[in-house]
């Protein structure tokens, strides 16, 4: 059922565009591709449901799972209801990686991915040391070691902003950062879903024991956890799915920190449940956003903007109904 | 081999000049209880967070079933003993018969969610605590005790040889006191498992020495181990004067179930009292 | 290619091949009827080489030309496929463009122009930092919408108001050229080097007090801080933006400046687009205005005024009254408000 | 006038069914003890928070020093009531003595910081719990037992002619018993002040019964008051039994201080002992 | 003591700069300025010193310490750590209102500061709204409230920025929200100076009802603390003194999430002092990170690229020295 949603959703987007394409002509171009059939179809409606339409919901639910999901199993992990996916610096990391690389290697585009996510696992490991200072009470000093980072990796990107060359580079920094499903290809699906995949996999397998993670370290370990094992585990499969969701679609906030908290109020606090369920519900909750903003006027929408303004009335609604649900 | 051996064992927690404790021995059989008495802050609960490997000892050695506990693997602790925490620091409303659900996680695979018989085993360890109507309220709601009954059965859930309770009874009430008193004996006498629980509670080691059930108990005083023996050999006035400065009386009746011992505290002792040069 | 979809002609037929700004040789339909300009400059190059009813589609703020619009009034209903620099290809594709026009930003993009490339529709990219480059960028255009005589009269003039200011100023010794700052839409916002004002302000006889010097760089805008411009102190400050040359004169953190004291602090004209703009179109006029106001004795005999009524006279066949003159070369009121039904989007 | 009266009182919370309890009625004079019994969940807490003021009760009313407790000011009870919470969340590492301080938060204005005379206040507080050498300790690093110390301290200096405890006891050693134990009878004797206290130790109110303190003691049970009195009328065998389904002795020894009562648990009560119909 | 090194930093900042200008200069000025004596000083040195150096200094420090005191007023109030002083949503509300104000008064300076700070209010009413709806634990939901008006409130911001005029009102809105304290005059130290003060003054005087509030709701209330009103005060003040430094300034993060850790890791937790601290330390850092930002370019490098750079080795160093204090 929850895996259901989410496809609904893309083949929901398949049929919601300004270009206006038939039903018919959609289903053609579906069963041509699936080897089905063979209908002689327009090119370009090919092209724009097979090339533009469907890698786009894909990725638009493969990101919005990535990072509502990481954001579910950091606030387990670090047990504050305020983290969010990008806590530890992935995304800032992503970027100064991304940046650096566009300086460095002229915009080469395997680069770029390397280097964003290459950044993006340093930041983590980086926060994850300073996190180590005080072993005693790491949680909070990891959080606080990953806004650090996170800031420092912020101001080194309006550095590179700063020194690049403001004709060649600078404008695809800017653009890599703004990000955006809108030039989606199966080309980024296969470089960036791999670490996402890997990441969701890894989430969802270890989900119970982000439970007893979020009992704490004394009582977790006591319980037969191995902390260092089991927190590097969820870190590491949230960073690796942040930072492919970053690499493709640049910072998107909110969706990290808010569709766990609707999941929450919908069906608790358990990870076994909320981990699954905010992948379903960030992935639909991203796809149906993007398509809001391909719809609405001729040029797109920055999702950045669609996804508070229309998650957040809906947030608002579910703490009045719920009543924050036991928090 | 002992269930739990600890020998010569110290701590100094980091920044902090003194030793908490040091030269401590111990040693838990199969089938028994042991006892921790100890005014407040004299390191009971360190010590019971040093043999669940929380706390590195700075000196001496851990042996939990006749293994070096250094040569654990993080974690494997938790096979061989459980632990109920003096107190519990809410983050997320958890439903009880999921609090209890963690108590198998030695059993559950670090990429799987607890079985169906790990369920009926949360469940049953629920009953044992008499908490099974409470088992979708959220942890967050419940009352001090009903919370301390939950956690107790989160330890039961997990199965070990060897629980470690760090006052297990504060906050419960008379009933749950006496049925956590009972479900001790009764698992100590048919599952054969041992019990090492701080307390502040006399009474309760003679509760056990009174059923016949193998007890002993340690008194911690000024870093150390002052005595360890049977309850009636340790926890004499003079002791608990020395101790605790406090004058007690300890009481025997009689009765049908046969006699039994109490310890009644009767008041602090002031200097004129002076009765040894203990510290406190 | 389109040749692929029109097998029956050949390619000689039906296409042109030419080399946009970034070298890029790119085959074009020889007949372009729809045009989709995403980069303003090309939208006033467009009306200007008289196809404005071509345009389709454009960026938002082309609406709010006073000027363009009067021109051509069809922008009103052209379609906005484009914001940031980033394109949404469906809204594109539904208003069919034969030829698109973008900006260098775009054009450099890989994941802009795979869009465009996946339906194979022909891009131009326009893009200039000179005099020159904006003259060729202009010719392109010209070439391509099939307007190469008119593109040909703006680039003759172009070069004839070059020649004119050149030959007026090249007596004026370097030390005695004024020192001048000009700020781009925001007070303390400059031209770096390489830049359009930084050519067209050099041959107009000045020194640009920026070029060449550290700037602080912010989302691909230079700023130069105050204790710097202080440092500069230049003679005349240039300023685009209705209201800075105010702020300017009444700070007093700019009251030290020479250019302040003597009250030389001037707002460049706005017509079709601001004068002198980085991306402005009427450069030559700038060249014009910039070195009359600032030598006077070398253009006693130039009347600016009846130059700028020739100018769109000629080249966008436009009237423009007195009352209209008066505002543009006060820089006031050429853009539409949004209560004036200039709704972007 | 009474120090406290509540009459009629009934408490439901928001999105549960039944209330935690109804009907109470209740009344603590100044210089008196008044010890709320019950099992665990039945609703002690909830009480002393409705007192409190933090939750509102549903029905019937509270009236302070004579004045309804529903005029008060926001933070006004705290003039006349001060509290020792059941469990105290750390956040900040606060001082021991920064904690105590805050309990004269009542006699400093909204813009102005404790006082010369409240820091003394303060310490005077710690000297009587015995805390004085810990001063300097940041809270989160006590033991269970001494940060219970110091939020009884943090009470004291609150000044107040009526303590609500909730448990005043748990976590503490028979040193400390004793002595929160002595010092609540020094204050009620020396300052007439009065206690309104949650315990699960009905021994505790013969100790206080037996200091011949002005003590009442109410058995709360299935919602509601079951029976209020004198220790020796109320906690009758036949009642522990009633509401515990333990079942208890009612010792008493002569000693040279004087005869002494003492409840003991012996077992809980199955099935077949059936006494009556209570739920539990 | 505490006040003395805010004043030192400012005084320096009058010596530091790219224009040079002598020290006995410099002294003229000041001594012309106080009318204690009547020196012939160049009009472009007393510009310089009086006009640009001064008020931006002071400028600066009344930000940095408005947005550090802020920061660890809302730690102690929301009893979480990871709280900084936009948490309510003050500085995007500003933000929005400065956008809107822009666009419906063509930049108006008043008009625009005005509904940059009723925007700020308008946003912290809206999250403590939100935050209300489950009262009886209300900070976790004021604070996620906060999250959710704050990211709305972003999007809005980005919503102006996309139908603004991209030639008129896109450049102002865009240099409004960087902002600077390049251009600080005494106009803006008088306009936004007061709300700052008013707020810095407000903390300062429930700083220790502050360790009060800390204790959770229910002690608080049962020590005697009026709740409502106590909450509200300190809520009220530090939106204050953030809203007018944003207004000012533009936004600035890690200031007001970093300074109070640093200062809690110098001085303790015990909210008497560490207020002082953090308004002493905010000022002091936030003058002399500008001061050196003015000098190691000939143009300015950003205030926000060196308060992250600047500050996180001090912190990281601070962390390994004092092992997290006590955390
Ligand atoms: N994290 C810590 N850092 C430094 N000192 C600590 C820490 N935790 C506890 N202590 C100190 O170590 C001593 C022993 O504490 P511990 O909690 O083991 O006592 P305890 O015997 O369990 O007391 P109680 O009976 O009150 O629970 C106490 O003095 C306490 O203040
Ligand atoms: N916030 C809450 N929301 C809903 N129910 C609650 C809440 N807090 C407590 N309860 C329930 O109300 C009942 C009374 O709780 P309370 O804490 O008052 O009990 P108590 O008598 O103090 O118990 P104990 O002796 O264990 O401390 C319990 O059943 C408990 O689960
Ligand atoms: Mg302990
Ligand atoms: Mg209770």
């Keep these: 059922m929850l895996a259901l949603a989410p496809v609904m959703a893309i083949i929901l987007s398949l049929v919601i565009g300004r270009y206006p394409v038939s039903l018919s002509a959609i289903g053609q171009v579906v069963l041509n591709k699936l080897h089905l059939a063979n209908y002689q179809v327009a090119q370009v409606h090919t092209v724009l449901i097979w090339d533009i339409r469907l890698p786009r919901a894909i990725l638009g639910a493969l990101v919005g799972a990535c990072l509502a999901v990481s954001g579910a199993a950091f606030q387990g992990l670090f047990r504050n209801p305020l983290v969010s996916s990008g806590i530890l610096g992935v995304s800032s990391g992503a970027g100064f990686g991304a940046a650096l690389a566009i300086i460095l290697f002229h915009g080469n585009t395997s680069a770029t991915y390397g280097f964003a996510f290459a950044f993006a696992l340093l930041a983590v490991l980086l926060s994850y040391m300073i996190g180590q200072v005080y072993n005693t009470t790491p949680t909070i000093m990891l959080v606080l070691g990953g806004v650090i980072v996170s800031s420092v990796f912020s101001s080194l990107i309006s550095f590179t902003k700063y020194v690049a060359d403001p004709y060649r580079e600078l404008p695809s920094i800017v653009f890599w950062l703004m990000g955006s499903l809108a030039t989606a290809s199966y080309r980024d699906i296969m470089v960036a879903g791999i670490p996402m995949l890997v990441g969701l996999v890894g989430l969802m397998g270890i989900r119970w024991r982000i439970n007893v993670l979020s009992m704490g370290d004394k009582e977790a370990h006591a319980l037969g956890v191995n902390l260092k094992l089991d927190k590097g585990i969820v870190i590491f499969s949230a960073t690796l799915a942040t930072a492919g969701a970053v690499c493709v679609s640049g910072i998107i906030g909110w969706v990290g920190l808010i569709i766990p908290h609707i999941c929450r109020m919908l069906v608790g606090n358990d990870n076994r449940v909320l981990i699954p369920s905010s992948m379903a519900l960030g992935a639909c909750f991203l796809v149906l956003v993007d398509d809001i903003g391909r719809i609405i006027t001729g040029s797109e929408i920055p999702l950045g903007i669609l996804t508070a303004l229309i998650g957040a009335p809906f947030f608002v609604w579910l703490l009045k109904r719920t009543k924050g649900g036991g928090w | ?280 | 290619s389109p040749d692929k979809k029109n097998p029956e002609k050949t390619a000689e037929e039906s296409s042109i091949t030419l080399t946009d700004t970034l070298g890029r040789k790119v085959s074009v339909p020889r007949k372009i009827e729809r045009v989709a300009c995403l980069y303003a400059f090309t939208g006033h190059v467009t009306v200007m080489l008289g196809q404005g009813e071509k345009i389709v589609a454009v960026p938002g703020g082309l609406k709010r030309d006073v000027l363009l619009n009067q021109i051509c009034p069809t922008i009103k209903n052209a379609s906005v496929p484009s914001s940031n620099e980033s394109i949404n290809i469906e809204e594109l594709l539904r208003v069919k463009p034969d030829l698109v026009l973008i900006n260098r930003q775009t054009g450099i993009n890989k994941d802009e122009t795979a869009k465009l490339d996946r339906f194979d529709l022909p891009y131009l990219v326009i893009d200039f930092q000179s005099m020159e480059e904006q003259r060729r960028a202009v010719n392109i255009i010209g070439k391509v919408l099939s307007a190469e005589k008119e593109a040909l009269a703006y680039s003759e003039y172009y070069l004839d108001c070059i020649k004119r200011v050149s030959e007026r100023v090249k007596d004026i010794p370097e030390d005695q050229r004024l020192r001048v700052y000009h700020s781009v839409n925001e007070a303390t916002r400059t031209d770096p080097p390489n830049s359009l004002p930084a050519d067209w302000m050099k041959t107009a006889g000045l020194i640009n007090v920026s070029v060449n010097q550290t700037l602080r760089l912010i989302e691909g805008k230079n700023f130069a801080s105050l204790e710097q411009i202080l440092l500069w102190d230049p003679e005349v400050i240039l300023v685009n933006e209705p209201g800075v040359a105010e702020y300017i004169l009444k700070n007093t953190q700019w009251s030290s400046l020479n250019a302040v004291k003597t009250q030389k602090v001037y707002q460049m004209p706005v017509g079709i687009s601001r004068w002198g703009h980085p991306g402005g179109l009427e450069t030559p006029l700038a060249l014009l205005w910039t070195a009359q106001l600032l030598y006077p004795e070398q253009f006693m005999d130039m009347d600016i005024k009846q130059e700028s009524r020739t100018f769109y006279k000629e080249f966008f066949d436009l009237q423009v009254d007195d009352a209209t003159l008066d505002r543009i070369l006060a820089g006031q009121g050429m853009r539409l408000t949004r209560e004036q039904g200039g709704e972007t989007r």
């Design chain 2, 1 to 280: 081999m002992h269930l739990l051996e600890l020998n010569d064992a110290g701590f100094t927690y980091p920044q902090q000049r003194d030793a908490v404790f040091s030269s401590i021995n111990l040693r838990v059989d199969r089938g028994e209880i042991f006892c921790l008495l100890g005014p407040n802050g004299c390191g009971k609960t360190t010590l019971l967070d040093c043999i669940l490997g929380i706390h590195r000892l700075d000196q001496g050695r851990i042996k939990v079933n006749g293994e070096d506990a250094r040569h654990f693997r993080p974690g494997e602790i938790a096979k061989h003993v459980a632990y109920v925490p003096q107190r519990h620091e809410n983050t997320f409303p958890y439903t009880v018969i999921d609090m209890v659900k963690m108590g198998r996680a030695v059993y559950t695979g670090r990429f799987s969610s607890p079985s169906d018989i790990d369920k009926e085993q949360a469940k049953k360890a629920l009953e044992i605590v008499g908490m099974m109507h409470m088992r979708h309220r959220p942890f967050t709601q419940l009352s001090g005790g009903e919370a301390q009954l939950v956690m107790i059965a989160r330890a039961l859930a997990q199965q070990t040889s060897l629980i470690i309770m760090d006052e297990p009874t504060a906050h419960l009430d008379f009933k749950h006191e006496m049925l956590v008193m009972e479900t001790i004996v009764k698992l100590v006498r048919e599952t054969d498992m041992s019990v090492l629980m701080a307390t502040h509670f006399p009474n309760h080691t003679f509760y056990f020495e009174n059923r016949d059930i193998p007890i002993r108990v340690a008194l911690m005083h000024d870093h150390t181990f002052l005595e360890s023996g049977k309850p009636t050999e340790v926890l004499r006035e003079d002791n608990i004067g020395r101790i605790y400065r406090v004058k007690a009386r300890l009481a025997e009746f009689a009765m049908e179930e046969g006699s039994l011992r109490q310890l009644i505290p009767l008041r602090t002792l002031t200097a004129e009292d002076n009765c040894d040069e203990s510290q406190y």
